[in-house]
């Protein structure tokens, strides 16, 4: 039984990729960039800023709850 459902798996998938071969095919996707909205905003800088800010925070509360547990705070 198991080698008929990786079977179909595996003719499943060879199936799933020729669709998707048609599909790319037959239609163009083209990306959308925020300076042809009229909008000059780099959405990943963005992205990347954010995370940054509440990585430095959680190390912040971390560093805070060490010393605390250590006995070092001031």
């Given at each position: 039984?198991?080698?008929?459902?990786?079977?179909g798996?595996?003719?499943g998938?060879?199936f799933?990729?020729?669709?998707?071969?048609?599909?790319?095919?037959?239609?163009?996707?083209?990306?959308?960039?925020?300076?042809?909205?009229g909008r000059?905003?780099?959405?990943?800088?963005?992205?990347?800023?954010?995370?940054?800010?509440?990585?430095?925070?959680s190390?912040?509360?971390?560093?805070?709850?060490?010393?605390?547990a250590?006995?070092?705070?001031?």
């Amino acid at each position: 039984m198991l080698v008929f459902i990786i079977a179909g798996a595996i003719i499943g998938s060879f199936f799933v990729e020729y669709l998707v071969h048609l599909f790319v095919d037959h239609y163009e996707i083209e990306w959308d960039s925020a300076s042809e909205n009229g909008r000059d905003i780099n959405f990943a800088q963005e992205i990347a800023t954010a995370m940054r800010r509440t990585h430095r925070e959680s190390e912040r509360q971390m560093n805070k709850a060490f010393k605390v547990a250590s006995g070092t705070h001031c």
